[in-house]
């Protein structure tokens, strides 16, 4: 992810993780809200440059100019030798296109030749 593309997944992320909030824990959408950027705050407080996270903006040859598709952020963690997942999304007008398949694997290679033995997410 490029320094200037924080601010739409900024924008994409904090709706939809306080979605998540309110939801999964029966607050009102404001409390939710005001977690969601405390929790972004803390875990992403230097943008696209937090040591230790790598944010990266999904993009498609087939689609025009270099809108992403999508964002993926994890952290790689050398302690347990594994990739956590924070968050990945195919963006609504992309879906159903193969482009999650294409980049969860695009993640795999990435990691494939390192001291990562294994890739986790919790739904």
């Not at 482009?99 to 993640?107: D, E, T």
């Amino acid at each position: 992810m490029k320094p200037h593309e924080f601010a739409d997944y900024v924008a994409y992320f904090v709706p939809d993780y306080a979605a998540e909030i309110s939801s999964n824990y029966d607050v009102d959408v404001e409390t939710a809200r005001a977690r969601a950027i405390r929790e972004l705050e803390e875990s992403l407080g230097q943008g696209v440059e937090t040591a230790g996270q790598v944010l990266l903006s999904l993009v498609a040859e087939d689609v025009q100019g270099d809108t992403p598709v999508g964002y993926l952020w994890c952290k790689p963690d050398e302690a347990s030798r594994t990739v956590f997942i924070s968050d990945f999304c195919v963006l609504p007008p992309f879906r159903g296109r193969g482009y999650g398949k294409s980049a969860l694997a695009a993640l795999e290679a990435m990691f494939a030749e390192t001291e990562y033995d294994e890739i986790r997410l919790r739904v």
